[in-house]
């Protein structure tokens, strides 16, 4: 079964760069989640989209900005990096809509971003 | 703001025993769902098993299985039959089941180590 496409895998930016990070969700998923896990925590939410619509926003920097394409693909942009951005981001992908219950959320591998 | 609890930052557990994970939340809502999550030192996030509130019926995978108790707000999860394969961080989750709110919410962890 298809899964959750991040990409890159890994990335090195050097402090006050900019970062692109892709995520491609699960055919027919119609909301992603953006999280950021960082050293020994949990999972933090950043922000989410249905529909191509932003549905709900948590911790996200300002310097940080998302959006999700006609194609469903959803990108997180990070700029003027910092050293405390080092961390693992997690998207993932549900079916939220008209007749879906219980949608569990599917995690892509994630990508381990180190600002230096 | 809904609110999970791991009380357990670390267990161990010899091979082929049972280890219960203990999960507690807080919420006013009264319908969502509830998941646990592994994440083995690969860090992936696997999602092991769910349960709906509004089911009395303890949900059961394989050799896992939750103890919901929905008047207590808690949510453990038991491993039976360890192995060791099963070590990894362990998280509870908790999530709406309506509007447009369905970012899940994660406890701090619990890092199950399975000892040969």
């Known amino acids: 079964a298809a899964g959750v496409i991040q990409s890159p895998r890994h990335l090195i930016k050097e402090k006050r760069e900019t970062a692109t990070l892709k995520c491609y969700p699960i055919?027919?998923?119609?909301?992603v989640y953006w999280y950021q896990q960082g050293p020994g925590q949990d999972p933090q939410f950043l922000i989410s989209?249905?529909?191509?619509?932003?549905?709900d926003k948590g911790s996200i920097p300002d310097r940080f900005s998302a959006q999700q394409f006609s194609d469903y693909h959803s990108e997180l942009n990070m700029s003027s990096l910092e050293l405390g951005d080092s961390a693992l981001y997690f998207c993932a992908s549900s079916l939220e809509g008209t007749g879906s219950y219980n949608s569990p959320l599917h995690f892509g591998n994630g990508t381990r971003l180190t600002v230096t | 703001a809904q609110t999970v609890t791991q009380s357990q930052p670390e267990m161990s557990v010899q091979e082929a025993e049972t280890v219960t994970l203990s999960c507690t939340y807080d919420t006013s809502e009264n319908n969502y769902y509830l998941f646990w999550y592994k994440q083995p030192p690969s860090r992936q996030m696997i999602l092991v098993i769910r349960q709906e509130a509004y089911k009395q019926q303890n949900a059961t995978e394989n050799r896992f299985s939750v103890n919901f108790q929905k008047a207590a707000k808690s949510f453990s999860l038991k491993i039976s039959d360890s192995q060791l394969g099963d070590t990894a961080m362990y998280f509870c989750?908790?999530?709406?089941?309506?509007?447009?709110?369905?970012?899940?919410?994660f406890g701090k962890g619990t890092l199950l180590t399975v000892n040969p």
């Open positions: 989209f249905y529909e191509k619509m932003q549905s």
């Open positions: 989750a908790f999530k709406n089941s309506g509007g447009s709110n369905y970012k899940l919410t």
């Open positions: 055919p027919r998923h119609d909301t």
